[in-house]
């Protein structure tokens, strides 16, 4: 009786472990909701539509991209935090909400390492410092020369306290020594306005944001913050102009809720490889001057962690604070 009673139960327990595979194996059977945690039109949106679009060909359902902008991406990355942890709802995060929140924002009301399962880095984009067409220097040398010569020193920009631009800004001026004095704009179109009348002497943005304005003269790019230099730009990279391991790059990443099964995990990612590796979105980011990654989950989650460890520390010498 006993023998039969324990067939029964493993019969009934393969059972259950077969029909959880096979709806991990059906995901998704309806649209999936893309997140994009920060107003239309900017690099977020337009990344997250491209790999949109390519994971509703591999899926045959639709992915629906979502802007749920607010409070610096905290809105939207809360909204998917709190969601239920299906694959159903899915975040494209970035160095903003994921690796410089976690120290700039002391009370965030999740955890980006606890609250959130990685999925995939697609893409990074290296900063660009840009000046003025009539700032009176052509490379990072001269740049530094005027910054240390000038009275009162230089003025910088940013899209506001805490943003990148505004810690590659302090960073700069902290890695070199120069007097620079920051100027916080209600985002980076502003800002780069700002540099483009010369209202301000330079800002490091992300090259997506300043590559128009370069190739039409609008504002002169001095260096790259990036590991290699650009096939859009001919402008030489931090460490070649003479600043050894000066990279900042903009990076962009899919997650999910904490908690999503991995086998989810595991069609998102396969999903997300396609669509990245295909034409139309490789083409989509190199306009947009970014590097396509990839990866694991795993290599996600690490990479996620080395940047929180990486811009604490750039949060702290560069002594930016909510206040």
């Given amino acids: 009786m006993k023998i039969l009673l324990f067939m029964k139960a493993a019969a009934a327990a393969a059972l259950m472990i077969s029909a959880v595979a096979a709806r991990a194996d059906a995901f998704p ?39 749920k902008a607010g409070a ?88 506001g306290i805490g943003s990148p631009h505004h810690l590659a800004g ?9 007097q620079a004095t920051h100027v916080p704009y209600k985002g980076s179109g502003p800002a780069m306005l700002g540099v483009m009348s010369g209202e301000i002497d330079f800002m490091s943005t992300e ?12 504002v002169k790019a001095i260096a790259l913050a990036g590991t290699k230099r650009s096939p859009e730009l001919a402008v030489p990279t931090y460490a070649e102009a003479g600043l050894p391991d000066f990279v900042i790059t903009a990076w962009y990443a899919m997650f999910a809720p904490s908690a999503t099964p991995k086998a989810t ?14 034409g139309d979105v490789r083409e989509k980011l190199s306009s947009l001057g970014a590097d396509p990654t990839g990866g694991t989950p795993e290599l996600l989650g690490k990479h996620v962690k080395e940047e929180i460890a990486r811009w604490a520390v750039a949060v702290k010498s560069s002594g930016a604070t909510m206040e």
């Fill in 29 to 67: 059977v309806k649209p999936v909701l893309f997140v994009a945690p920060f107003a239309p039109g900017g690099a977020v949106d337009i990344l997250a539509r491209a790999m949109a679009q390519g994971m509703t060909k591999e899926f045959s359902q639709s992915v629906v991209v979502e802007n």
């Fill in 72 to 159: 610096s991406g905290i809105i939207g990355s809360q909204f998917v935090a709190q969601a239920k942890p299906d694959g159903y709802t899915i975040l494209l995060g970035t160095t903003t909400n994921f690796g410089i929140h976690p120290s700039f924002h002391p009370k965030l009301p999740y955890d980006v390492v606890r609250d959130f399962s990685p999925v995939m880095l697609i893409a990074t984009i290296p900063h660009v410092l840009v000046v003025n067409p009539s700032f009176p220097a052509n490379t990072l040398d001269e740049f530094l020369k005027v910054a240390r010569e000038r009275k009162g020193g230089l003025t910088f920009g940013s899209a």
């Fill in 170 to 178: 302090e960073l700069l001026r902290t890695r070199t020594g120069i």
């Fill in 207 to 218: 090259l997506t944001a300043a590559l128009a304005q370069i190739k039409s003269g609008k």
């Fill in 265 to 278: 995990i595991a069609r998102l990612n396969d999903a997300a490889s396609k669509a990245l590796s295909s």
